[in-house]
């Protein structure tokens, strides 16, 4: 069973920026989409982005225009840059890679890691 791996999470103020990575153990090849999902105090996991193999990525409409999904499939690893970060993003944010079938869309794999804290605040 493959775990993956998040990192680059910190405390920040808001209309800062951080970059999240997530390291794939293996091939990130073997995923059909990969995604960030993020769990605000007291909700649900929520998806975020998704990056599919062909490189077509797509966002939630709160994030768009200031998180970019990336990955380079030379080092396995996956990235969020997120810029301009509002007090509304802090969450645990995690990294998964899964399939979809339509964009936007993703099927979680059972690959989930133990998240980075993302916490935006004055």
């Known amino acids: 069973q493959v775990q993956l791996v998040e990192s680059g999470g910190g405390l920040v103020q808001p209309g800062q920026s951080l970059r999240l990575s997530c390291v794939v153990p293996?091939?990130?090849?073997?995923?059909?989409?990969m995604a960030w999902y993020r769990r605000a105090p007291g909700k649900e996991r929520d998806l975020v982005a998704t990056?599919?193999?062909?490189?077509?990525?797509d966002y939630v409409d709160s994030v768009k225009g200031r998180f970019i999904i990336s990955r380079d499939d030379v080092k396995n690893t996956m990235y969020l840059q997120m810029n301009n970060l509002k007090p509304e993003d802090t969450a645990v944010y995690y990294c998964?890679?899964?399939?979809?079938?339509?964009?936007?869309?993703?099927?979680?794999?059972?690959?989930w890691g133990q998240g980075t804290q993302v916490t935006v605040s004055s």
């Open positions: 998964n890679g899964g399939w979809s079938l339509t964009r936007g869309t993703h099927h979680p794999g059972d690959n």
């Open positions: 293996g091939s990130i090849r073997r995923f059909n989409t």
């Open positions: 990056i599919r193999s062909d490189g077509v990525t």
